[in-house]
T-cell receptor, first 114, second 112 residues
Framework: EAGVAQSPRYKIIEKRQSVAFWCNPI?????LYWYQQILGQGPKLLIQ????????DSQLPKDRFSAERLKGVDSTLKIQPAKLEDSAVYLCASSLAGSGNTIYFGEGSWLTVV | GEDVEQSLFLSVREGDSSVINCTYTDSSSTYLYWYKQEPGAGLQLLTY?????DMKQDQRLTVLLNKKDKHLSLRIADTQNGDSAIYFCAEITVYGNNRLAFGKGNQVVVIP
């Protein structure tokens, strides 16, 4: 079974530029998550989708971050404009619907803002 | 609310046992997880325990849960070089929309 796919793996941009990350979850997983992991910290949830609807985006900085999952499968996370403090690993994860189902993570997209 | 605490660094000799500890604050936690993160990689699920269990053993891994003290531990027997990584504990609560709340992680370094 294929895992969670993410691209690009690495991205370096200047502050105030924009960037987009793509995620393809495990087939059949209705729930998709974007986490932000700053160096030396644990991952923090940015947004959670159930199919193509948003379940939780309470920790998403909506002035600069946006995410969509239009057809309930792939998802994109965009940052515009980027700030230095956005340098982090952006982890996509997916799970079957329902509480207690195992959450599987992709390899992450590493962003450096200079 | 969710708040997961972990100690930061542990060095252990190859072949010895290593124990990583974690405390959490949300008593409504239903599942507690241990994830492993190797350098440059994503998070790999190691094991999990349901909140009505005290202990779970899975090959070299033993998870102990003390619900009264809200304390979770992971013991790795016969620690090997490939166990060098950062270990995160995480919890899911009944009210958390199946959302994982992570600790800051514990870096384990295995010394030959």
């Amino acid at each position: 079974e294929a895992g969670v796919a993410q691209s690009p793996r690495y991205k370096i941009i200047e502050k105030r530029q924009s960037v987009a990350f793509w995620c393809n979850p495990i087939s059949g997983h209705a729930t998709l998550y974007w986490y932000q992991q700053i160096l030396g910290q644990g991952p923090k949830l940015l947004i959670q989708f159930q199919n193509n609807g948003v379940v939780d985006d309470s920790q998403l900085p909506k002035d600069r971050f946006s995410a969509e999952r239009l057809k309930g499968v792939d998802s994109t996370l965009k940052i515009q404009p980027a700030k230095l403090e956005d340098s982090a690993v952006y982890l996509c994860a997916s799970s079957l619907a329902g509480s207690g189902n195992t959450i599987y993570f992709g390899e992450g997209s590493w962003l450096t803002v200079v | 609310g969710e708040d997961v605490e972990q100690s930061l660094f542990l060095s252990v000799r190859e072949g010895d046992s290593s124990v990583i500890n974690c405390t959490y604050t949300d008593s409504s936690s239903t599942y507690l997880y241990w994830y492993k993160q190797e350098p440059g990689a994503g998070l790999q699920l190691l094991t999990y325990i349901f909140s009505n269990m005290d202990m779970k053993q899975d090959q070299r891994l033993t998870v102990l849960l003390n619900k009264k003290d809200k304390h979770l531990s992971l013991r790795i027997a016969d620690t090997q070089n490939g166990d060098s990584a950062i270990y995160f504990c995480a919890e899911i609560t009944v009210y958390g929309n199946n959302r994982l709340a992570f600790g800051k992680g514990n870096q384990v370094v295995v010394i030959p």
